[in-house]
T-cell receptor
Framework: SAVISQKPSRDICQRGTSLTIQCQVD?????MFWYRQQPGQSLTLIAT?????????ESGFVIDKFPISRPNLTFSTLTVSNMSPEDSSIYLC?????????????????FGPGTRLTVL | AQSVSQHNHHVILSEAASLELGCNYSYGGTVNLFWYVQYPGQHLQLLLK??????LVKGIKGFEAEFIKSKFSFNLRKPSVQWSDTAEYFCAVNRGGGGADGLTFGKGTHLIIQP
């Protein structure tokens, strides 16, 4: 199964600044996703990070606010731009990987440890 | 677009009690269904999933879930809970039929097991 690391694990930022979160996977994966988990809320999909092309954003999320890079099959970054206190959240990277072999194989989404962001 | 509804936001049980957490989804097409668990201070982990076939699926740690298509439901069950089951539980769905797709999550259920 894929092992995912994220940097930084947490940060406290001033409003108006930007933070770039890195996601590194220990194996090549086709699909990478970015989620947000606001305090007391569930996870919300921000976008699908596509390798070699622009990310696909979900409704309510735009590239200017959350630019995403995916330079290769093991790495992606999410930038939270021009931050406000409402951006305080946990940001999680997820990858889809194949588990098992042959007819019984299936795709599973693995989640990174998350980046806890606090905006003052 | 899909949506997921989890009926219980907070559940408190005693050890050895039986557990059932409700999950309903709305989507007109084929779906994949998942239950994830997040133990305090840990990553999200997959408990079990349904892609196709037998609608009663068994996962790790004695959990199981039943997909009832007519009710758009995928309730999670465990016959006898343990203190270590204290965690946040999330039901999730994505489109089935092949092709990778991000997950739509329910709001989660915070389960507390009292010794």
């Amino acid at each position: 199964s894929a092992v995912i690391s994220q940097k930084p694990s947490r940060d406290i930022c001033q409003r108006g600044t930007s933070l770039t979160i890195q996601c590194q996977v220990d194996s090549q994966v086709t699909m990478m996703f970015w989620y947000r988990q606001q305090p007391g809320q569930s996870l919300t999909l921000i976008a699908t990070a596509n390798q070699g092309s622009e990310a696909t954003y979900e409704s309510g999320f735009v590239i200017d606010k959350f630019p995403i890079s995916r330079p290769n099959l093991t790495f992606s970054t999410l930038t939270v731009s021009n931050m406000s206190p409402e951006d305080s959240s946990i940001y999680l990277c997820s990858v889809e990987d194949v588990r098992g072999q042959g007819p019984s194989s299936y795709n599973e989404q693995f989640f990174g440890p998350g980046t806890r962001l606090t905006v003052l | 677009a899909q949506s997921v509804s989890q009926h219980n936001h907070h559940v408190i049980l005693s050890e050895a009690a039986s557990l059932e957490l409700g999950c309903n989804y709305s989507y007109g097409g084929t779906v994949n269904l998942f239950w994830y668990v997040q133990y305090p201070g840990q990553h999200l982990q997959l408990l079990l999933k349904y892609f196709s076939g037998d609608p009663l699926v068994k996962g790790i740690k004695g959990f199981e879930a039943e997909f009832i298509k007519s009710k758009f439901s995928f309730n999670l069950r465990k016959p006898s809970v343990q203190w270590s089951d204290t965690a946040e539980y999330f039901c999730a769905v994505n489109r089935g039929g092949g092709g990778a797709d991000g997950l739509t999550f329910g709001k989660g259920t915070h389960l507390i097991i009292q010794p």
